[in-house]
């Protein structure tokens, strides 16, 4: 599925519905001008790849939160790629989200990735909700559903951190996509098994919806590790064999984490995966090695 001029009305749920390979590319809204100028930099050099569609996501915190609209906006103006906003219940009361629906609808923004958002915290503290607000994803999907958007979820390869079994995890997609969602985004795989579960799982509840599995190669031991040690995992033993011998020499490091990050996207797109969604973190450069190295048509 590649894209073309003038595609921010097009609807990702269609898209994906008609079946065809999706390929997405995350971004983050930077909290400062060099930020900025290095996001910019990255989505123009990803532009020529010709996602299917890209995504900004919603600041845990409140300072970026304006910026998620304004980036987005200005990649459906500016680019030839077809944006998603992401939007968190967190801290909102329902006034607040119609009003940034009403700003989404303006900004001509037509795809929108809906999810809870982790607790002020952070992940694994306790979830607080707001007076007046929405308590989970589900319900702001249901919020959502009138408005002309495409709306989409996240997903979970080995179940929500705070999800007491995977089966509970599955009745809580079930009730996404009974709510109106049209596909899920999953957060970063580490092993193509986990993707094959999720979906066996999702299939057996009756979430049936593409889910696009989350992709992002280790570039760096200790941060990659505090991410995934965030989502309430650990690194799978076989990764670290052949990531940790390679601890003192960056380069070589670098180079195993795109190797193993292609092997996992050969692996998942084998086992019949709608796509691939690549959390980028505002740079370009690997997302755009592990492209070449796939081969994927441009
Ligand atoms: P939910 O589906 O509401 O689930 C949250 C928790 O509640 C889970 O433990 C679930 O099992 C439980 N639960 C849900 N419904 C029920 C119910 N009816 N009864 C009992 N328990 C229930 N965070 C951001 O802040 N900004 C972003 O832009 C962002 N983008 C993301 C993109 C992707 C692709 C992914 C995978 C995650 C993203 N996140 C983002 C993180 C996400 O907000 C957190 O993982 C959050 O903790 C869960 O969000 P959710 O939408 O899955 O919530």
Redesign the pocket.
Known sequence: MSQGPGRSGVRIGDLLAQGGRSFSF?F?PPKDEAGEEVLWRSISELEPLRPTFVSV????GGTTRDRTIAITERIARETSMLPMA?L?C?GHTREELSAIVGDLGRAGIRNV???????PGG?GTP?ESTPGGL????DLVSFLQGHGLSVG????PEG?????SLD??AR?LK??YDAGAEFA???MVLRADDYAGLVRRAAEVGADLPIVP?IMPILNLASMRAMVRLSGREMPQETLDRILPLEDDPAALRAEGIAIATELCEALLAAGAPGL?FYTLNRSRATREIFAALQLPV
């Not at 996501?57 to 845990?60: H, I, K, L, R, V």
């Not at 308590?135 to 589900?138: H, L, Q, V």
């Not at 929500?160 to 007491?164: G, K």
């Open positions: 995350e983050f996501t919603y600041g845990a992401h968190t967190v990735l809906a999810l809870r958002g982790d607790p992940p979830w308590e989970y994803a589900s979820v996240a997903a979970f929500h951190r705070d999800a007491p509970h995890d809580v009730a996404k985004i999953t957060e989350g969604h």
